[in-house]
């Protein structure tokens, strides 16, 4: 079956039915919900590729071996807070923009994941095996190609100690939502690599070839290009607009005077090691606080004395491997990790 490309809008086309009935679907994270450190389950961020599914009867076939979640909740249990970020957050700010479901800043969350750990369920994978491949019980068609969402890891990553098969989302049972009742929890991955609704899981002794693994979920630039994976979540800050909105523009209005302005920074490759903001044309290194969980986002906060008038204000994040966020994001065709620095037009009231 031939798949088509991804679509790129023209440029003066509209935000079309189809993607604000995804926007519908899916939603992203207010951004004053960074003010938790545990972003409660109804704020987190939610990408479902297809519908929820089904889940009666539901068993986990693990390498030929079937699982109850009673016989995963009898093994031992470990809790881990992990940021989570959709690997298209930032699509729709993109020009010319790739057609799909248009995130702004949002698509992201913290969350507590309980489980237990996937790499002792793996203690018979084949010595040959090169990739663990992960199956849910969503299904669908993605340009024109119809599956159940697949996706896969390398074994190095599936053996890593952190990797969690989470039946608890902040200390409840998962919500359907959010993959109940088993989902794949990958720290420092984006998003597509935390299967939900988990179904299955084997080993390829040669890479993964299903469609979110060799056609979506790929940094490409154009049509013929086969691109490079996406993998780990690059840094990232974001803040919580300050003041008060305007309804319909969402732009913000502080009064005059000093503002502290806060929020949370993550990378998937290194700890946050700096958070800068831009005031008035000025990068200023924030104030960070106590580092929490490996891949748990991290609160930082920096005061500003805001003067009467129009302010356009920009945080970006350096992470100890000294990936820094850019100013001027670079496009790609699918629009995938966008990490440009947040920008946030302010109104200063006398």
């Known amino acids: 079956m031939t798949i088509g490309l991804s679509r790129i809008a023209q440029d003066d086309e509209d ?54 979640l009673d016989e995963l909740r009898a093994l031992p249990a470990v809790s881990r807070q992990v940021t989570l970020e959709c690997a298209g957050n930032g699509r729709a700010k993109l020009h010319p923009r790739p057609v799909s479901q248009p995130w702004l800043d949002e698509a992201v969350g913290c969350a507590t994941w309980t489980g237990t750990p996937l790499a002792p369920l793996l203690a018979d994978l084949p010595p040959d095996a090169v990739d663990v491949v992960f199956t849910g019980l969503d299904h ?68 993964f ?18 691109g490079t994976p996406v ?23 502080v009064d005059a005077g000093r503002v ?8 998937g490759h290194a700890p946050v090691a700096k958070v800068e903001v831009e005031l008035d044309g000025t990068w200023v290194t924030a104030d960070l606080g106590p580092a929490g969980d490996q891949y748990a986002w991290r609160r930082w906060e920096c005061a500003w004395d805001a003067t009467p008038g129009e302010h356009v204000l920009r945080v970006r994040a350096t992470d100890a491997d000294g990936l ?12 995938m990790a966008n990490n440009t620095a947040q920008r946030v037009p302010v109104t200063v009231r006398p």
């Open 15 to 68: 935000i079309s039915i189809d993607e604000l009935r995804l926007a519908a679907r899916n939603h992203g994270m207010p951004l004053e919900a960074l003010r938790y450190d545990e972003t409660p389950a109804g704020l987190h961020y939610l990408l479902i590729h297809y519908d929820i599914p089904d889940v009666t009867g539901w068993s986990l076939d693990v390498l030929g071996r079937t699982w109850t």
């Open 140 to 207: 669908g068609l993605d340009r024109g190609v119809e599956q159940d969402y697949e996706r896969a890891l390398p074994v190095a990553e599936a053996l890593r100690s952190d990797v969690v098969l989470a039946y608890e989302m902040n200390g409840q049972p998962l919500l359907p939502q959010h993959g109940a009742p088993l989902r794949l929890v990958v720290p420092g991955w984006y998003g597509m690599a935390h299967v939900k609704w988990l179904r299955s899981i084997t080993a390829l002794d040669r890479p």
């Open 231 to 253: 993998t780990r979540i690059l840094p990232k800050a974001l803040m919580v607009p300050p003041g008060f909105p305007d309804f319909m523009t969402r732009r913000r209005f």
């Open 209 to 226: 070839d299903g469609f979110q693994q060799a056609v979506a979920y790929r940094i490409a630039q154009g049509p013929d290009d086969e």
């Open 260 to 267: 502290l302005l806060t929020g949370r920074a993550w990378s």
């Open 324 to 335: 820094t966020q850019p100013v001027d994001q670079p496009w790609n065709r699918q629009g």
